[in-house]
């Protein structure tokens, strides 16, 4: 017990002290988001296409998404408001089969013939948006900084349908809004001087909830107390 106390108390003398945000300071965030459920995946890209035809997506609906991936720079204006960049990375994809049945008139028996067909078909979007972004950090302790952040920028969407024929050439012709935004919550708590944890609540222009690491790089050295005899 007595080594284990010892032990706590010299990795506490080790660890490098904190400091607040201050003018100067730049901040690298990587993060990683949460995205919606499976089925509600390819109906959410379905309903945002242009496409007049209904897809009928049967039980074996398959589906996968990378991201929201983003990166942020700030830069602090004071110690109290930054203004930097934000970009973000998502990819999601549907795949399914539709099942249909056609009737083909068979003039030998003069009867119809019913053929039933298994079309796989895939359905991806992928978006990319780049915004400048201001953060009004209203917490801003040794470890601990929270702000209000306020995105705006573009947004690049591109939309990919297979197998395309000429019954869904409409996927390829959809319209996208380009204008991204977005609104948030955000917080950094620091393990070490340098790095910490980031975790943010927004709305639109990426994850609903993200979360991932901060590095904390100082381009002014804090004055250091020197005695004279």
Not at 28 to 43: A, M, Q, S, T
Not at 71 to 87: H, P, V, W
Not at 130 to 159: D, P
């Amino acid at each position: 017990m007595k080594k284990l106390l010892i032990g706590i108390i010299t990795m506490m003398s080790i660890i490098p002290s904190f400091a607040q945000v201050v003018e100067g300071d730049f901040t690298i965030d990587v993060n990683h988001g949460l995205i919606g459920g499976r089925k509600g995946l390819v109906y959410t890209l379905i309903e945002n296409s242009d496409a007049t035809t209904e897809l009928s997506v049967d039980e074996d609906l398959v589906t996968s998404y990378t991201g929201p991936i983003a990166g942020r720079l700030e830069y602090m204006m004071s110690k109290d408001f930054g203004i930097g960049l934000e970009a973000n990375y998502t990819k999601r994809l549907a795949e399914w089969t539709d099942i249909s049945s056609r009737s083909i008139y068979n003039e030998t028996t003069g009867e119809y013939d019913y053929i039933r067909a298994n079309t796989k078909y895939s359905l991806s979007q992928t978006v990319v948006r780049i915004m400048l972004r201001t953060n009004y950090i209203f917490v801003n302790e040794e470890e601990l900084q929270i702000g209000y952040a306020n995105s705006i920028g573009y947004r690049l969407v591109q939309w990919d349908f297979e197998p395309l024929d000429d019954e869904f050439t409409d996927i390829l012709n959809l319209s996208t809004w380009p204008l991204a935004f977005r609104t948030a919550i955000g917080m950094r708590y620091f393990i070490a001087e340098n790095i910490g944890l980031n975790a943010e609540i927004g709305f639109s222009g990426g994850a609903y909830i993200n979360g991932g690491v901060s590095i904390k790089l100082k381009t002014k050295t804090e004055p250091t107390n020197t005695e004279t005899l």
